[in-house]
């Protein structure tokens, strides 16, 4: 729990020997959070897609570099290009190693 607390506005006024007035004016913000841990993706399965099944999907998907992967295979899978799959993920071509986790942007028809 968080809390803010500030006062706004104070006065005091000594009114005879045994009393004293205040007048305050303070402001309490309080914030109460719940904690939520939620476990991370620690399985993805794989499969081969038609053309048909393809075009149905999202038009992003996260997808992760096999060996004998090349961006050109990649990008003919999911009907992308090569320099966008690059720039996207801010990769160098020349440097796609397995287990590397690309962000695939299809184009839109």
Known sequence: MFTNTAVKYADSKISDDTNITVDAKISVTAYAFKKNILSPITDITFTDM???ELSAQPSMVLY???PGDSLLKIAKKYNSRISDIT???KIDPNTLTPGTKLLIIKPTL
């Open 64 to 66: 992760i570099v096999k």
């Open 87 to 89: 720039t996207v993920n």
């Open 50 to 52: 038609s053309e048909e």
